[in-house]
């Protein structure tokens, strides 16, 4: 697909010279009878529209069609000609629309038959149309100042069509000499400029209309290379409908279009397909509904060869409507999503279907068949105001019948955090936002801020139940929630902070935890140790963020302070104080290079208990099954003796790493004095008992509360 | 994409190799080994390819349907009978039928021609086809190109130097450019033995059947996956931008969308995301011989039990009816989601959007979506009833703004209707009355239609005469106020024919005793 095809730039030149005024010779019957009118009244002499008119309303029409399908990137350029030329709007993609050609056509007016012809010409309009062409578009434009070096890539092609009456077919000729001669000065003016582009290509599409009854002076003439730019193609047609359906049929061949005719709509009033303004409302029948779309959505049956022809010409595939059962959400697997524009866009069954679909009822269409099963092939839906023709994929999938995900890595485990996951993509949904210029530069580009987000949110996110206890509490949500947010108002750190305050008084009320047990014998571990667990991922949790700004490192400072402590470490609290005094000083000093070693310690810190805690999981789960190898329990007492070395080894030894190390030392101090309560209580052979069956559970916890 | 392998069994493939000191191979010989290469690398690490197996001499015989059974494929491949000369036009035709048949004309796939090189003389071997190609009628076109994108990779059992001696390399090589360039010729490097042709179907392999191994991210959570089948390269527009893009192998999700908001979107292509072991050597694993295939599957139970990401996401996907948009590359999107069989499995898969900053067009550019936390209110509500979706069009399309078409005269009559329709139910319809008569106007004005102003003008005039005696007096006031604005509009003159202008009803009062008959234009 290219880009920049002929038909990215169309200029519409129409002509606007005295005999243009001239009536098409078909009367067009407005004063209609109806049923509840007076008898006797003789009806209106009927209308007939000039040449003009016909030559107008055409145009607007395959400018319709265009923008319907095509509502960027394909751009109009409306040049009406007299005794000179009117460039009724511009490339630029705003002044795109039917509505503006419309405005600037009234302004225009018909043609003024009591012009003298001999100062009209067509010519203006083709010369005004060739300059035009020359014209570099924004889009362009901004290909060739992104492709910078290879900006040559971008090309300029283009297409005239002429709507005019000629007098001969010489003076054809003479039209096709003159844009080529305009081509070529063009060409030379536009080397020694930015604003303008060579054009390499052009496709002068002439149009000869005339009046209803009269002989055609000019002869068709299929496309012809005039010269390596320019060719060309004479049509010959009269005005009305003739032209119409000239300028229908030509813009579906100009811009790759193909028609659908969509077949068996029922209309009937409980369906609420249609409007009941009317007075057909009690009767109810089956319409068609011709569409045009890109040829695309056609590509299984041109390939196939299947496409069915209808009257001569015209060449139309026939789907059938299938009345859309429920509202239902379904993800269809759809090949193609091409726009649409009814042929006949306000007749009533054209108005009843696309209100229908705007109203946000997504229609399936079948492939009408003879025998055999039914093949739905295709779907209208509208999205946002737009139509759109879905292809489906209706061929036997290369992907049927893949092994299930539950076979698969992870298939096994059964207590993923699903909900709470499902949470997790409910705050991150994608949302749009106004595209404002320079936002890039600021690195606020929404989408880096969705992956930032992303990444925040799952600094601490365990994925299976029984590898937390924080994100099973209830009481820890509020804090949970705001921690992973960019910044803290002094607010949400309040709130934090009570969060942290009323753990601290469920456990001093000893309010059980839901600890998982899975994989545990008996009652799994005692109540301090589950709270014990409990803050350790709670500190995990907060000191991920700790580093986003001086409010979390606040969280984290609170939950140091208030996470449990054995009673001979009161005295600890004090020297904590103290090292908060001379960290203060340190701020002064180096406190970069102190953060930083800090986050580093807390990083390896927060990696080495992660790896505890998968094997933990990983030992939990695996003990869950008989047939488990035996061998791997003995990995995690590898990885405590790994770790411990390694935090040694440090040169010279920072504040936060004492601070560790005591926290390690009473830490150990307290399991042992665990152990020997243990011990007490229960009796030997029993403990012996335990230690064995759990072997690689008690090292590893034992491990744990090493550091 | 599917795979047909297409398997000369003419008398040609049976001529001897010469190898000295061991036992005497033919050529079929060799290519048997290189495809039974091919069936084992498939088998262990490509395993959801369909591949077709077709036999061709004169004729042509579909041996295997497409399956994924392997072994039946290697049965097949292992019992192959020699036949007599190799016409390559009708087994192409074949495997195009074949093909069309089972996946329809827009699947892609791989064909696998395997031949030792002679091509066949006169009727019916490829250099009559080809030199026959530019006259040909409709219904006997050459098979090529396929209907259906296709890679032609042609294994020839034959090194260069002795295909150099005919024209072979040539008219395979016009096969190739027949095909759109789509595909590659191999030929045997050395001496034709064991150990060349092992490295040749290494190629292939090597080019088209290795599988794609990506990491999926989301944020800091993440797994190892392999992407099924293989997203190939796309190019988007030749001229400005010729150079194929390949997706990347670090996948990044960039935030979640409802399946209702993304609705339907058209894709390139779609293909199965499987978690693999995070342990390397689980999955490289194994030639399949049977104690390594125990090995592997307890390898395997291993990694069913821990957990793993991909599986997490596909469940809460599934139960939340959401997918997960990722980045593939630059400016280069796709969605991640749950996709459900018949028989109540599931699986998690990608399918690709068309590259470029805006896919599609209900979700705007891909890089202006961000976090909801960011908006000042939230976009879905505080209780999920509304969606920021889909993004408004700056314009709308004509058959959703009440267009003027007046090609047809049906269209023209209605429009008339409409407003004599409103004129007889004047006072109460006023707005509607003028509305309709406004909309009239303007596209009258528009295409320079003055006759039908006038004579909607007349109109009007003759309605006001027609008027029953139980009318309300303000209908006559209005319907020839409206008849001389339109006459006014009828003139061209600047003053009354403005486009934007409007008439506006005349402000009667019937309220009080006497009428006002002010007109506020």
């Known amino acids: 697909m290219k880009m920049f095809s002929i038909s990215h730039k169309t200029a519409f030149v129409v002509d606007h010279c005295p005999y243009m005024a001239e009536s098409c010779r078909q009367q067009v019957e407005f004063d209609m009878l109806t049923k509840n009118r007076p008898q006797g009244v003789i009806p209106l002499a009927p209308v007939s529209k000039s040449l003009w008119t016909c030559a107008v309303e055409c145009s607007m029409e395959y400018c319709r069609i265009l923008y319907d399908i095509y509502p960027t990137r394909k751009l109009v350029n409306f040049i009406v000609s007299d005794s000179e030329f009117h460039i009724l709007n511009s490339w630029n993609q705003a002044d795109q629309s039917t509505q503006e050609l419309m405005a600037a056509l009234a302004a225009v007016g018909p043609p003024n038959p009591h012009e003298d012809p001999e100062c009209c010409s067509i010519l203006h309009g083709l010369m005004a149309a060739v300059e035009s062409l020359c014209k570099i578009t924004e889009y362009q434009h901004e290909a060739r ?246 292809v489906l994929n209706c061929t036997r999938s290369t992907l049927e019948d893949p092994p299930s995900i539950s076979e698969g890595c992870g298939g096994r485990v059964t207590d993923y955090r699903i909900t709470d996951f499902g949470e997790f993509m409910r705050e991150n949904r994608l949302t749009p936002f106004p595209d404002v210029q320079g936002s890039e530069v600021a690195g606020k580009v929404p989408l880096e801020r969705a992956k930032r987000q992303l990444e925040r949110h799952t600094r601490y996110w365990p994925m299976i139940i029984s590898q937390t206890t924080i994100f099973n509490m209830q009481a820890v949500v509020p804090l949970a929630s705001l921690i992973v947010k960019e910044s803290l108002t002094e607010e949400d750190v309040l709130t934090c902070q009570k969060t942290i305050y009323n753990l601290v008084d469920m456990e001093r009320k000893n309010d059980p935890l839901p600890i998982s047990t899975v994989g545990t014998r008996g009652k799994g571990p005692k109540r301090d140790e589950q709270y014990r667990i409990m803050w350790n991922e709670l500190e995990t949790l907060v000191r991920t963020h700790m580093g986003s700004s001086e409010r979390h490192q606040r969280v984290l400072d609170c939950v140091l302070a208030c996470r449990s402590k054995p009673p001979e470490e009161e005295d600890r609290k004090k020297r904590g104080r103290k090292r908060e005094d001379r960290e203060d000083k340190g701020e002064k000093n180096g406190k970069d290079s102190e953060s930083e070693r800090s986050w580093q310690e807390s990083e390896r810190l927060k990696a080495a208990l992660e790896r505890d805690r998968e094997e933990l999981a990983e030992a939990e789960v695996i003990k869950d099954s008989p047939d488990s190898p035996e061998p791997l329990n003995k990995k995690p007492r590898l990885e405590v003796e790994d770790v411990q070395p390694a935090e040694k080894a440090k040169g010279p030894v920072s504040l936060l790493t004492m601070w560790t190390n005591r926290i390690n030392t009473a830490n150990s101090r307290k399991h042992q004095e665990f152990a020997g309560r243990v011990n007490s209580v229960n009796n030997k052979a029993e403990l012996y008992q335990h230690l064995k069956d759990e072997n690689g559970m008690d090292p590893h916890e034992n491990g744990k509360a090493m550091r | ?328 590359g630059p400016e280069w999107y796709g969605m991640l ?63 959703a703004q009440n267009v003027t078409v007046w090609i047809k005269p049906s269209g023209l009559q209605t429009d008339v209707q409409k407003i004599l329709r409103n004129a007889r139910k004047l006072p109460e319809k006023t707005q509607t009355f003028y509305k309709e008569l406004n909309r009239l106007r303007k596209a009258a004005l528009a295409f320079g239609f003055w006759d039908l102003l006038k004579g909607v003008a007349d109109l009007l005039e003759r309605e006001c005469t027609l008027l029953p005696d139980t009318a309300h007096p303000d209908a006559a006031f209005q319907l020839s106020h409206a008849a001389q604005q339109l006459k006014l509009a009828s003139t061209g003159d600047s003053q009354y024919a403005a486009f934007d202008h409007n008439i506006t009803p005349m402000l009667t009062d019937f309220s009080g005793s006497g009428s006002s008959d002010r007109d506020r234009m």
Not at chain 2, 101 to 106: A, F, I, L, M
Not at chain 2, 363 to 374: A, C, I, N, R, Y
């Open chain 1, 145 to 390: 100042t992104t492709l910078m070096d290879k900006a040559d890539r971008v090309s300029n092609r283009g297409r005239i069509i002429c709507i005019t009456n000629a007098k001969s077919d010489t003076h054809v000729r003479m039209l096709e000499d003159y844009v080529q001669e305009t081509i070529q000065e063009q060409n030379k003016l536009a080397i020694s400029s930015d604003r303008l582009m060579q054009i390499q290509q052009c496709e002068l599409v002439l149009i000869h209309t005339y009046p209803f009854g009269e002989e055609t002076l000019v002869s068709d003439r299929p496309k012809k290379e005039i010269s390596p730019v320019l060719t060309s193609e004479v049509h010959s047609v009269r005005a009305g409908r003739h032209l119409a359906s000239k300028l229908n049929i030509l813009v579906q061949q100009h811009f790759d279009l193909a028609s659908t005719t969509i077949t068996n709509i029922p209309m009937k009033p409980t369906l609420n397909v249609c409007d009941q303004e009317e007075q057909h409302a009690n009767t109810s029948a089956n319409y068609d509904v011709e569409l045009l779309h890109h040829r695309d959505a056609h590509m299984e049956f041109i390939k196939s060869g299947t496409t069915s022809r209808d009257s001569g010409l015209k060449e139309t595939v026939t789907l059938k409507w299938c009345t859309p059962r429920t509202n239902s959400v379904e993800l269809h697997f759809c090949t193609g999503a091409y726009r649409i524009s009814p042929v006949d866009v306000n007749s009533r069954p054209s108005s009843c279907l696309t209100n229908f679909l705007l109203n946000g009822r997504s229609v399936l269409l079948e492939q009408p068949r003879k025998s055999g099963s039914k093949v739905i092939s295709h779907m209208l839906s509208s999205h946002g105001g737009e139509i759109f023709l879905h």
């Open chain 2, 337 to 399: 989601y749950s996709q459900a069989d018949s028989k109540k499995k599931s699986n998690l898969m990608m399918s690709l959007f068309e590259p470029g900053p805006e896919p599609l067009p209900w979700l705007g550019k891909v890089s202006q979506l961000g976090p909801t936390s960011d908006a000042k209110e939230n976009p879905y509500g505080e209780d999920d009833s509304k969606s920021p979706f889909p993004l408004q069009p700056k314009s709308k399309r004509s058959y």
């Open chain 2, 1 to 328: 994409m599917p795979t047909v392998v297409l398997m000369d069994v003419s008398l040609s493939m049976t001529r001897p190799v010469q190898l000295d000191g061991t036992e005497e191979f033919q050529r079929k010989n060799l290519a048997v080994h290189g495809l039974t290469m091919l069936f084992e690398h498939m088998a262990t690490n490509y395993r959801l390819e369909f591949t077709a197996l077709v036999a061709f001499s004169s004729l042509w015989e579909l041996m295997v349907p497409f399956t994924r059974d392997y072994n039946t494929l290697q049965e097949a491949l292992n019992n192959l009978e020699d036949y007599d000369k190799t016409c390559l036009e009708p087994a192409l035709q074949g495997v195009s039928n074949i093909v069309q048949q089972e996946w329809g004309s827009t699947c892609p796939c791989q064909v696998v021609l395997v031949t030792d090189g002679s091509l066949g003389i006169g009727r019916g071997s490829l250099r009559h086809s080809l030199s026959t190609i530019k006259h040909r009628s409709e219904d006997k076109k050459f098979p090529l190109p396929f209907p259906f994108p296709a890679k032609l990779y042609i294994m020839c059992i034959a090194n260069a130097e002795e295909l150099q001696n005919s024209d072979t390399l040539d008219n395979l090589e016009q096969l190739l450019s027949l095909n759109g360039g789509e595909g590659q010729i191999f030929t045997v490097e050395g001496p034709l033995c064991l150990k060349n042709v092992q490295s040749l179907f290494g190629k292939l392999i090597d080019q088209a059947y290795t599988p794609f191994h990506a990491v999926l991210r989301c944020g800091n959570l993440s797994s190892d996956v392999q992407v099924f089948p293989r997203p190939e390269p796309v190019i988007m527009d030749e001229e400005v931008d010729p150079a194929p893009r390949t997706i990347l192998t670090d996948l990044e999700i960039v935030g979640f969308i409802e399946i209702g908001d993304i609705s339907s979107p058209p894709v390139l292509s779609r293909h199965l995301v499987l978690p693999i072991a995070v342990n390397k050597d689980v999955d490289e694993m194994g030639t399949g011989t049977t104690d390594e295939t125990e090995e592997e599957n307890s390898a395997n139970q291993m990694a069913g039990k821990s957990p793993n990401f991909c599986v997490l996401l596909h469940g809460s996907l599934k139960v939340e009816g959401m997918v997960a948009l990722v980045q593939l």
